[in-house]
C-alpha cells in the first residue's frame, strides 16, 4: 500500500473522532491552587521571581515568565504531593523573603538578578550560615531546602514540557510513524530529548 | 400478562452468552456471531466505543495537567491501582479504582482491574507468545498439580487463527521452545539489543535474544482495513486507545467484527451475580444479572454460557453460583474451585550501561520490547528449583542532560543535553507453582453494592520463587558482565502478587473430573454447557504472557460449542 493510501485510510478511521481541543491547565485549577494552597499574591509573586532566577527569560529563548511556569508549580503542589511535602513548601515560600532577610540583608523580592541568583545558588549548594535564624519558630532551613528544591525540579520539568519546547525548540512527534533501532550520529547533531 | 412474559422472556433468550467483553470474550464473541449463534454479552462496566471514547488519545504531552501524573489524592485513595504502571493521567478512566470495587486481601494482593467494553484489552502491552509442549508437559514431567488434557497440536491451529486476525508482528526465530507463529514483520532490535543478541548466541548455546511478538499491525493492512484498523504508528501510546487500531484490543477488533455479524447484542451495566443451574435437565439454562444502575435484576437465557470475566471474576461467578446441586459453586463436586491460583513473578529486574557502539542512536518509538525466551529447565531439571523465567530485555541510548545550577548556565544545559552510553535493562516474568494453599473464595459476610459477595484472595509467594529471583539476578548478571556491560545494578522490589497481571486458575483444566473442573474443550466436567477460557482456566502458568493463549482457548471453545449444538450435545 502506498503512502497516499495510508494517508487516505488514517483519515477515514479518524476522521469521525471527537478531537479534545488543547487544554493548558485552566484558570479555575489555577485559582484553587492559590486558594488550597492559601498563597497570597505578593507570595505568588516571589515564587514567579524564583522559577524567573531559575531558568531566565531572553531574547532568543523564553524562560519562566513568558511561560507562566509559576502556575505549572501551584498546580502541581496542589494537585501532585502529599500534604507534609506541600507544608514544606508552602513554609518556604512565605519565610523566603524573612529568611533572605537575615542571611544577606535584603527580602528576596528587593534582589536584582545577580543578587538572586547569587542566593538560590547559596542554597542549592548547602551554603547558608544557619546561625543566623536558629531562634525563629516559623520556619527552619528544611523548609527552605524543600521550597527552592521543588520548585526548581519543577521549573525545569515545566519548561522542558511546555508546548513551547516541546513544539518549537526540542520537537516531539505525537505521531512518528517508525522506529529504527540504529541511526547514525551525524557530526554536530542536536540532540532532541523528544525525539 | 401470561403472554407479556413468554415474550420479555423470549426476548431475553440467546443462543450463546458470553460473559465479559474483554480479551478472550470479544475471541467468543467473534467466533459465535461469524457462525450465525445470536449472542448475549453481558459486561459489567459501561461502554467505551473505539475512536469516540478515548477522550485523551490525541493529546500533546504538553496538553495533559499534570504532565501525566496522576492527582495525589487519587493515589493515595488508591493505593492498589496507582502501583500500576499504566495507571497514568491520560489512561486513569480505564482501570477499576480500589474504593469503587473492594476485595479482600487475606494476603497481600495488587488486583488490576478494567470494567469497560474490552475489559484489560485496551491496557494491556500486547506482547504475545505461543506455548510449546514444554510448557504444556511440564506439570507431568515435574510431577506438580495435574497434567494439561491437551498439547500443543491441539492448541497451534487456534494460535494461528487467532494471530493472524489479531495482527502479530514478529519474527520467524525458529526456537522450539517458543513456536513461531503467523506474523507481520518484525519491529527493530536497537543497536546495543542486537549486539547483546549476538553476543549471547556466540557465548551460550541454550539462550537467545529475540524482539518481542506484539499485537500491532505492521504489514498485510488491506486485510486489517477490513477490520476498520491501520497499521502501528509507533506512537506508544497504546493505553489511551489507538486513534490507527494499530494495537489489538476487543474494541477495535473483535466486537466491531462480530457486531457486523447482525448476531450480537451486548448489554453494558450488567453484573452478573450467578449462572443458573436446572437440575432436572442437568445443565446451566441462563444467568442472573443485576443491573449495575438501577440494581434490579433479570434473568436471560441461553443454551451455552461462556465465563470471560477476567480470572478471579470467573472464579467469584462461579463461587457464587451455588444451587442443590452444586451447593459450593457450579461444577465444584471436588472442592477444588478457586484453588491452585497462580501468577507469574515479576519482583526482579537489572539494569546497566553500555559503552560501545557510541555512535549510532535510535529513532521514533518502538511500542515493544526485547524479550529473552526461557532457557533454564527447558529440556530437563538443571536446577534446584522447578521450572524458570523468561525475561524482557531492551537498550536505548541515555541522553544526559546537567539538571545543576540555575540561571542562564541551567537553561543552556537543558537545551543542549548529550549521549550518555546505552542503558540496558530486563525484568524477569518467572513460572510460579499453582498450590491448593494459594487460592480465592467468598468473604462470609461483606457483599458489594450489588449484593454480591467479595471476592477473598490469598495468594502468596513460596520458596521456589525465592530460588528462581536469586538464579535470575545471577544469570542475568553473569550474562550482563560477559556482554561488557558496566554499572550493573539489581533490584528485587517485593511487589506483591498480582501487579504482574497475569493472574491465573481456580478453575484448571484437566483429564480427570476428580482433579479437575474443565475438560479439554475448557467444558466444566459436570456441566457441560458451561465453558471457561480465560485466565482462571490455566493448569500451569509457564512463563509466556498469557493473553494469547486464552484467545485462542476461546476461539478453540466457541467452534467446539457450535459443533455439539449441531450435534444436539449441549
Ligand atoms: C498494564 C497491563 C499490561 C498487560 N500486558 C500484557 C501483555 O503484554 N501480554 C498479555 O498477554 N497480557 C497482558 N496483560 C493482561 C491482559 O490484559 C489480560 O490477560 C487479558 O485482558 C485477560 O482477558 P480476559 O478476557 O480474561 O479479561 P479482561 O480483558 O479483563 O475482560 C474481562 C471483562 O469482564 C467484565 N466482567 C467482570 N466481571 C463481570 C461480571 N460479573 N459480569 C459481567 N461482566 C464482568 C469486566 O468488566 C471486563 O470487561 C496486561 C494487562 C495490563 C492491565
Redesign the pocket.
Given at each position: 500500500m502506498n503512502r497516499r493510501t495510508v494517508l487516505k485510510q488514517l483519515a477515514v478511521m479518524t476522521g469521525g473522532m471527537v478531537l479534545v481541543p488543547s487544554c493548558d491547565f485552566s484558570r479555575n485549577d489555577i485559582l484553587s491552587a492559590y486558594d488550597q494552597l492559601k498563597v497570597t499574591q505578593g507570595e505568588v509573586n516571589i515564587l514567579a521571581k524564583l522559577c524567573e532566577t531559575i531558568i531566565p527569560s531572553g531574547e532568543a529563548i523564553k524562560g519562566a515568565d513568558d511561560l507562566h511556569i509559576k502556575d505549572f508549580v501551584l498546580v502541581m503542589m496542589n494537585d501532585c504531593y502529599s500534604k507534609d511535602d506541600q507544608m514544606a513548601f508552602t513554609k518556604g515560600l512565605k519565610n523566603f523573603n524573612t529568611f533572605t532577610r537575615s542571611v544577606s540583608g535584603k527580602s528576596f523580592e528587593d534582589m536584582d538578578k545577580d543578587e538572586s541568583k547569587e542566593l538560590v545558588l547559596k542554597v542549592l549548594n548547602k551554603d547558608i550560615d544557619t546561625s543566623k535564624f536558629e531562634n525563629n519558630e516559623e520556619y527552619t532551613m528544611e523548609d527552605i531546602n524543600s521550597f527552592v528544591n521543588r520548585t526548581k525540579q519543577l521549573t525545569v520539568q515545566g519548561f522542558m514540557a511546555s508546548e513551547y519546547i516541546m513544539t518549537g525548540i526540542m520537537p516531539y512527534q505525537l505521531v512518528p510513524g517508525g522506529f529504527s533501532g540504529k541511526v547514525k550520529i551525524k557530526e554536530g547533531e542536536k540532540v532532541n530529548v523528544n525525539g | 400478562m401470561a403472554n407479556l412474559n413468554i415474550d420479555s422472556r423470549k426476548e431475553r433468550t440467546f443462543d450463546a452468552i458470553v460473559?465479559?467483553?474483554?480479551?478472550?470474550?470479544?475471541w467468543a464473541a467473534k467466533e459465535f456471531t461469524e457462525k450465525g449463534l445470536k449472542t448475549l454479552v453481558?459486561?459489567?462496566?459501561r461502554e467505551v466505543k473505539h475512536l469516540q471514547d478515548y477522550p485523551t488519545t490525541n493529546l500533546q504531552p504538553y496538553e495533559l495537567e499534570h504532565r501525566g501524573k496522576v492527582k495525589q489524592k487519587i493515589r493515595e485513595d488508591n493505593p492498589v491501582v496507582a502501583r500500576?504502571?499504566?495507571f497514568r493521567e491520560d489512561t486513569q478512566h480505564f482501570f477499576v479504582k480500589d474504593q469503587e470495587h473492594p476485595y479482600v486481601q487475606e494476603e497481600p494482593f495488587d488486583w488490576?482491574?478494567?470494567?469497560?467494553?474490552?475489559?484489560?484489552?485496551l491496557?494491556?502491552?500486547?506482547?504475545?507468545q505461543r506455548w510449546s509442549d514444554y510448557d504444556f508437559e511440564g506439570p507431568d514431567r515435574d510431577g506438580f498439580v495435574v497434567d494439561w488434557p491437551i498439547r500443543y497440536k491441539d492448541l497451534a491451529p487456534w494460535y494461528s487463527h487467532v494471530e493472524k486476525f489479531v495482527g502479530v508482528s514478529g519474527n520467524k526465530d525458529g526456537l522450539d521452545n517458543l513456536p513461531d507463529g503467523e506474523f507481520l514483520p518484525p519491529m527493530e532490535l536497537t543497536a546495543v539489543e542486537q549486539y547483546f543478541k549476538n553476543h549471547i548466541a556466540e557465548k551460550y548455546d541454550d539462550r537467545s535474544i529475540i524482539i518481542g511478538r506484539c499485537a500491532h499491525i505492521t504489514g498485510n493492512f488491506e486485510y486489517y482495513a477490513k477490520q476498520g484498523r491501520g497499521g502501528c504508528q509507533h506512537r506508544n501510546l497504546c493505553?489511551r486507545g489507538c486513534p490507527f487500531g494499530g494495537y489489538f484490543s476487543?474494541n477495535s477488533s473483535t466486537l466491531p467484527w462480530a457486531e457486523k455479524t447482525g448476531n450480537l447484542t451486548m448489554r453494558h451495566h450488567?453484573?452478573?451475580?450467578s449462572i443458573i443451574y436446572d437440575e432436572k435437565k442437568g445443565k446451566a439454562t441462563g444467568v442472573r444479572v443485576i443491573d449495575a444502575n438501577t440494581k434490579e435484576a433479570v434473568e436471560y437465557y441461553a443454551k451455552v454460557i461462556f465465563v470471560?470475566?477476567?480470572?478471579l471474576?470467573t472464579n467469584?461467578?462461579l463461587l457464587n453460583s451455588t444451587s442443590d446441586r452444586f451447593p459450593e459453586g457450579l461444577g465444584n463436586d471436588n472442592g477444588l474451585l478457586g484453588k491452585y491460583v497462580a501468577f507469574h513473578n515479576y519482583r526482579a529486574r537489572i539494569s546497566g550501561e553500555y559503552d560501545g557502539l557510541l555512535e549510532y542512536r535510535t529513532e521514533g518509538r518502538r511500542p515493544n520490547g526485547g524479550y529473552i525466551p526461557r532457557f533454564r529447565n527447558v529440556r530437563r531439571q538443571e536446577t534446584d528449583f522447578l521450572r524458570g523465567y523468561a525475561a524482557g530485555f531492551s537498550g536505548f541510548r541515555k541522553i544526559h542532560t546537567d539538571h545543576s545550577g540555575v540561571g542562564e548556565e541551567l537553561k543552556n544545559q537543558l537545551l543542549n543535553p548529550e549521549y550518555g552510553p546505552w542503558r540496558v535493562g530486563s525484568h524477569m516474568m518467572g513460572e510460579t507453582i499453582p498450590k491448593e494453599s494459594n487460592y480465592v473464595n467468598l468473604d462470609p459476610e461483606q457483599k458489594d453494592e450489588w449484593g454480591i459477595p467479595l471476592l477473598n484472595v490469598s495468594v502468596k509467594y513460596d520458596d521456589n520463587d525465592e530460588a528462581m529471583i536469586k538464579d535470575y539476578l545471577e544469570q542475568l548478571t553473569e550474562m550482563f558482565e560477559s556482554a561488557g556491560f558496566t554499572n550493573i545494578s539489581v533490584r528485587d522490589d517485593h511487589r506483591v502478587p498480582g501487579l504482574d497481571?497475569?493472574e491465573m486458575g481456580g478453575v484448571r483444566m484437566g483429564k480427570e473430573p476428580e482433579t479437575s473442573l474443565l475438560n479439554k474443550w475448557n467444558q466444566l466436567h459436570a456441566c457441560p454447557n458451561v465453558y471457561v477460557t480465560?485466565?482462571a482456566c490455566m493448569t500451569s502458568t509457564s512463563t509466556q504472557?498469557?493473553?494469547?493463549t486464552?484467545m485462542a482457548f476461546a476461539a478453540r471453545s466457541a467452534n467446539h460449542a457450535v459443533d455439539e449444538l449441531k450435534k444436539m450435545n449441549l
Open positions: - | 460473559i465479559g467483553s474483554g480479551m478472550s470474550g470479544g453481558l459486561e459489567r462496566g500500576c504502571y499504566a488490576i482491574r478494567g470494567y469497560q467494553t474490552g475489559g484489560k484489552s491496557l494491556w502491552a500486547r506482547q504475545v493505553q476487543s450488567s453484573v452478573v451475580e470471560n470475566a477476567s480470572a471474576n467469584l461467578i497481571i497475569h480465560d485466565g504472557n498469557p493473553s494469547l486464552y
